[in-house]
C-alpha cells in the first residue's frame, strides 16, 4: 500500500495503547521519507534543503505518525544529555524510545578499521562493563526512564580469539546482569548462530532479560528463533527487522538507497511480524512488544510497516483497526 501518515498514525496509537505493541523504526533521519513521512518544506532554508535544520527537528513529524523509535545512534557514542533532552522535547508524553547499548561495552575487540583510531584490533578494557554502562549510560537516561521501552544490547559476530566457546560468552554476560539495577528492560541481540544454546536462553529468563528476535545476514530465520525462545514465554519482546540473510550491509545499503521506495518484499519475515503482533493482540504473550523495522531490509521502513499493519486489518486496511482492534 501506499504509506499515507494519517491513516496509519491512528493504527500504530491504538495498537500501542490498547495492546503494548510498539512499532517503530530503525533511526529517522532519512530524507528519502521526504514525501512520504516528512514535508521537506519545513526543512528548507532560503530555497536549499537543509540537513542541519532535517536532522534536528525531523524527529516532531516523525512522533506524531509513530509511537516508538529505535534510537540508533547511541551505539556508537555515549549519548549527551543535550541530545537526550532534545529528542524528549519533539515527541508526546507517551511516546517511547529504545537505546542500543554503546559500542564500548558491547565490543570484545575494536575491529582493524581506521574508524576506531588506535583502539583498532585492540581488546576493549570496558567489554561488559557494569559501571560505565550505569555512570556513563543508564545516568544519561535517568530523565527518560519513565519512557524507555528497552535498551538493547547488540553484539556483533564474535571471533574465536574473542570466545573459544559460546559458554564462555554466557558466563560474561551472567555475571554482567547480576551486577545491573533493575527496573529498566535489557534485551540482547546475538550474531553467532551457534550460540542460540538452551545454556543462553536459560540465563535470560534468570536475569528478566529477553533475547531479540534479529532479522540479519548470518542468523536463522526469526520464526526459526521463535522455535528456540517461543514468545509465549518471554518477559517482553523485541524484533529487529534488518537485513535479509545472506545480504551484506554494504550491498543493501547501495541498492536500497535513497530508501524512497519498496525493493523487494521478504513474506516469511513479514508473517514473522504478524505472528509477534497477533501473540500479544490474543493475550498469549504477556509483556509489551518493541518491534523495529530497519530501510536496508526491503528498502523503505515505513511501507514495510504499513504493508504488515494493513495485512493485519482483514477489513478496510489500516484505519479499522483504530475502532476496533486488529486481526
Known amino acids: 500500500m501506499l504509506f499515507d501518515r494519517r491513516q496509519i498514525a491512528p493504527t500504530l496509537r491504538h495498537l500501542a495503547a490498547a495492546y503494548g ?25 532560503r530555497t536549499h534543503f537543509s540537513k542541519k535544520r532535517f536532522s534536528a527537528r525531523c524527529l516532531e513529524e516523525y512522533g506524531q505518525v509513530f509511537p516508538t523509535v529505535e534510537v540508533d545512534s547511541t551505539y556508537y557514542a555515549l549519548p549527551k544529555m543535550a541530545f537526550v533532552e532534545g529528542i524528549a522535547s519533539q515527541v508526546p508524553e507517551d511516546f517511547v524510545f529504545s537505546f542500543k547499548v554503546p559500542d564500548d561495552i558491547t565490543m570484545k575487540t575494536f575491529p582493524p578499521l581506521k574508524a576506531f583510531g588506535d583502539r583498532a584490533g585492540q581488546a576493549n578494557p570496558y567489554f561488559l562493563s557494569a559501571g560505565l554502562f550505569q555512570m556513563g549510560f543508564l545516568r544519561r537516561l535517568e530523565p527518560l526512564s519513565g519512557r524507555v521501552g528497552c535498551l538493547i544490547f547488540e553484539f556483533s559476530h564474535f571471533h574465536p580469539g574473542d570466545f573459544e566457546h559460546g559458554r564462555d560468552f554466557v558466563a560474561a554476560l551472567d555475571a554482567f546482569f547480576a551486577e545491573l539495577p533493575t527496573g529498566w528492560r535489557y534485551a540482547v541481540e546475538i550474531r553467532n548462530r551457534g550460540w542460540l544454546h538452551p545454556d543462553y536462553f536459560g540465563m535470560l529468563r534468570r536475569h528478566g532479560v529477553t533475547h531479540v528476535y534479529n532479522h540479519w545476514t548470518r542468523m536463522p530465520s526469526i520464526a526459526e528463533q521463535m522455535v528456540l525462545w517461543p514468545p509465549e514465554e518471554a518477559p517482553f519482546i523485541v524484533g529487529r527487522w534488518l537485513l535479509t540473510p545472506g545480504r ?27 505472528r509477534l503482533i497477533r501473540c500479544r493482540q490474543t493475550g498469549r504473550c504477556a509483556g509489551p512488544l518493541y518491534l523495529y523495522v530497519g530501510n536496508e531490509w526491503e528498502g523503505n521502513a515505513l511501507h514495510s510497516i504499513a504493508d504488515v499493519i494493513e495485512s493485519l486489518s482483514g477489513r478496510d486496511g489500516p484505519a479499522a483497526a483504530a475502532g476496533g482492534g486488529v486481526g
Not at 22 to 27: E, K
Not at 249 to 255: D, M
Open 21 to 45: 505493541i510498539h512499532i517503530g523504526t530503525v533511526s529517522w533521519r532519512f530524507p528519502g521519507w521526504c514525501g512520504l513521512l516528512y514535508d521537506e518544506e519545513r526543512y528548507l532554508w
Open 248 to 274: 551484506s550491509l554494504e550491498w543493501a545499503r547501495e541498492q536500497f538507497e535513497p530508501f524512497h521506495q519498496i525493493r523487494e518484499i521478504d513474506p516469511e519475515a513479514r508473517e514473522s511480524m504478524r
